[in-house]
């Protein structure tokens, strides 16, 4: 455990000394019955909305679908800009762009690894307690329920 949080910590310096911003995505899949798709990562604790980096030569948007399908199996018929959002915590340099997803199909679902442990749809009023405090934002913000700060 300690060996990869420091693997992590040389790996994030490392990419930020050499990038002046850093560009993340996240993707919010909602079903038909309202529920939202959540993924755990098996190197982070709680429950995130799927995501990750933007690659060299990648769109947000290419790398928002990419992700989804890699987390999730869910293949976006429209992926929809939310909002992007200063991340604060990751060194003063990061974004995050948010897409809105409501129209999918699915394809087969990841087997378990170590990237995502565990994947599943919840519902807004019955999150799993573990849920991070910016994917709760993120959703109240995108349903209604709160007004956007811009901060992730």
């Known amino acids: 455990m300690f060996k990869s ?7 994030a310096r490392w990419g930020r000394a050499r990038r002046g911003m850093t560009l993340g995505v996240r993707v919010a899949a909602r079903d038909g019955e309202g529920r939202v798709m959540l993924v755990r990562h098996g190197y982070a604790p709680g429950w995130h909305l799927p995501g990750g980096g933007v690659e060299v ?17 869910l293949r976006a018929e429209r992926l929809v800009l939310a909002g992007l959002y200063f ?21 087969p679902e990841p087997a378990p690894n170590r990237e995502i442990a565990e994947r599943g ?18 959703l109240a913000e995108l349903y209604g329920e709160a007004e956007s700060d811009g901060r992730w």
């Not at 949080?5 to 790996?11: E, M």
């Not at 915590?89 to 394809?107: I, M, N, P, S, T």
């Open 121 to 138: 749809w919840f519902s807004l009023d019955a999150l799993p307690a573990d849920t991070t405090p910016a994917t709760r934002r993120r």
């Open 57 to 73: 030569g990648e769109t947000a948007a290419t790398s928002a679908a990419r992700e989804l399908i890699e987390e999730t199996g």
């Open 5 to 11: 949080k420091l693997v992590r910590a040389v790996v």
């Open 87 to 107: 991340n604060p915590a990751f060194g003063g340099r990061d974004h995050v762009a948010l897409f809105r997803v409501d129209r999918f199909e699915r394809g």
